[in-house]
């Protein structure tokens, strides 16, 4: 084994890491090629001296009130681990269901999590001064991961788990692509077969995440698709249809379904998902102690929730012994708007009806987006754990037009340099507008972000931004009126 040393940061670093209330000092890097080196710790990378979670956290266990079970889509009782088993291998199962407060995170994960973990805890200075506000802003970075995105922190466990167990084959669904990149990355890993159904406006607007995935050997489909029984009937009744994520879940669920050597992964949603992205929070308070900060407010982007979680859960679990009192937002499209518009009601996960009924925040399970809408988040319902937090008061919500949120992208990628992807800059515009409320108040206020990944795949959007033909979607609220129709009719 070889050392390299590489020069320390120069004084002018040195100096803008103590404004930041760092301290300069060496740490190791690893080196794709195996050979360590020793450099000055940056302001992002002094973070990443932080030790990987070896525990996921269970924000079950501390809750007041549990969260009510899910129900199945048949005889509309709570559901059985059994009636999931051809879905999901056991220990996701025992996951999904498990009231234990933190479970041991695999030794062959942490391994692979430790290609791009820890992730960096940035203060966004250059942004500050854009806005000219006396806010603190920090943004906990997760697209340094092979896929680009946070996806990977629960698509590399849920592989294993399934690998474990012998399964040769494993199914999804994905909208932008960001959690089918992750699915397929993870597959060619364990030695896995791939199999993706992508929504149909986001298979055509993102062809290079399609040939991401391909590249990790993965097989991908339009969704809908002449590939399944779910997916043809939606053809027939609409030809042209877009496609949404509740389509492609019910196409991979049916093949999972049906084929005994086939399981199915989700990426956001269900609550051993948004368990295994607690990393992103566990170690983000560590990297707050060690410079001494506490966040007066975090914020975070909201589709299925598995990004936010990931961020807030663990803060919640301090916020509810009383160490911190952070207030929680989060931050939807104002196209895809299920909290702030949809009802607390029990629905099925997809458009079919295949998946358990969940109660969650939902704009209910037929509802499709505008194609047009270019921010991601896009899934008719919200994780049935981040609306229970909701209606017990824990968190709030609000919806941003996208074209506030891609105008918020460009300030924040011409300031910080970082291109974000759709999806956070919701959570970016949301910070924006926090930080020129604290300029008019003189608040010095503590504003920590999630930046759940990049957005080099993305850049279609941002062309439609900056060519002006991006527009601000109005709500159809008899579109979702009519979607809601077709909920079950339960005792909510």
């Keep these: 084994m070889y050392t390299l040393e590489l020069p320390f940061a120069s004084s002018g670093e040195e100096q803008r890491l103590r404004c930041a209330g760092l301290k300069t000092k060496s740490i190791h890097l690893k080196v794709s090629s195996g050979y360590r080196g020793r450099a000055g710790a940056s302001l992002g990378s002094g973070f990443n001296t932080t030790e990987i979670p070896h525990q996921w956290y269970n924000l079950v266990a501390d809750l007041p009130v549990k969260p009510p079970p899910p129900l199945h889509p048949k005889t509309f009782e709570p559901i059985k681990p059994e009636d999931l088993s051809p879905l999901f291998p056991d220990e996701l199962i025992k996951q999904e269901a498990s009231n234990d407060r933190f479970i041991d995170i695999p030794e062959e994960v942490l391994d692979i999590y430790r290609l791009w973990r820890p992730t960096p805890l940035i203060r966004a200075k250059r942004l500050e001064k854009l806005l000219d506000t ?8 997760e697209g340094g991961s092979p896929a680009g995105s946070h996806k990977p922190n629960t698509a590399v466990p849920q592989v294993w788990y399934n690998a474990q167990e012998g399964v040769e084959n494993v199914v999804t669904e994905t909208g932008a692509g960001q959690w089918g990149s992750a699915l397929a990355f993870a597959c060619s890993l364990f030695g896995l077969n791939c199999e993706v159904w992508q929504v149909r406006a986001s298979f055509d607007s993102k062809p290079y995440r399609k040939l991401m995935m391909q590249t990790w050997g993965a097989k991908v489909h339009p969704s809908p698709s002449n ?27 049916e093949v999972a379904a049906m084929n005994a050597d086939t399981k199915y992964c989700l990426g956001s949603v269900l609550n051993h998902v948004l368990l295994h992205q607690t990393v992103i929070g566990e170690e983000c308070i560590k990297q707050m102690e060690a410079i001494g900060e506490t966040p007066d407010l975090i914020i975070g982007c909201t589709g299925g929730g598995s990004n936010f979680a990931g961020l807030t859960f663990p803060f919640i679990r301090e916020k509810l012994k009383g160490k911190i009192n952070p207030l929680i937002r989060a931050v939807e499209p104002e196209a895809c708007p299920s909290l702030t518009r949809g009802i607390y009601a029990y629905d099925y996960g997809d458009t ?18 505008d194609p047009i809408h270019a921010g991601g988040l896009r899934y008719h319902g919200m994780a049935p754990l981040i609306s229970h937090i909701y209606e017990l008061g824990f ?16 300030q924040f990628a011409r300031s910080e340099g970082l ?35 990049h957005g080099h795949f993305d850049l279609p959007a941002y062309e439609k931004y900056l ?25 909510q």
Excluded: W
């Design 419 to 453: 291109i974000p992807a759709p999806e956070p800059t919701h959570a970016i515009a949301a910070t924006i507008r926090e930080a020129l409320h604290c300029r008019e108040t003189g608040e010095s206020k503590v504003i920590l972000m999630a930046m759940c990944g």
């Design 134 to 141: 006396p806010a603190r802003i920090y943004y906990k970075y």
């Design 395 to 410: 968190m709030e919500a609000l919806a941003i037009p996208q074209t506030e949120c891609f105008k918020g992208a460009i």
């Design 352 to 369: 079919a009806g295949m998946t358990p009924l969940m109660k969650m925040h939902t704009l209910g399970h037929d509802f499709i987006p």
């Design 227 to 253: 590939a399944t029984e779910a997916g043809r009937k939606i053809l027939q009744m609409d030809p042209g249809s877009p496609g949404s994520l509740g389509i492609a879940i019910s196409e991979a669920v």
């Design 467 to 491: 060519q002006g033909s991006m527009v601000d979607l109005s709500f159809a609220e008899e579109k979702m009126q009519a979607s809601l129709a077709n909920i079950p009719l339960l005792v």
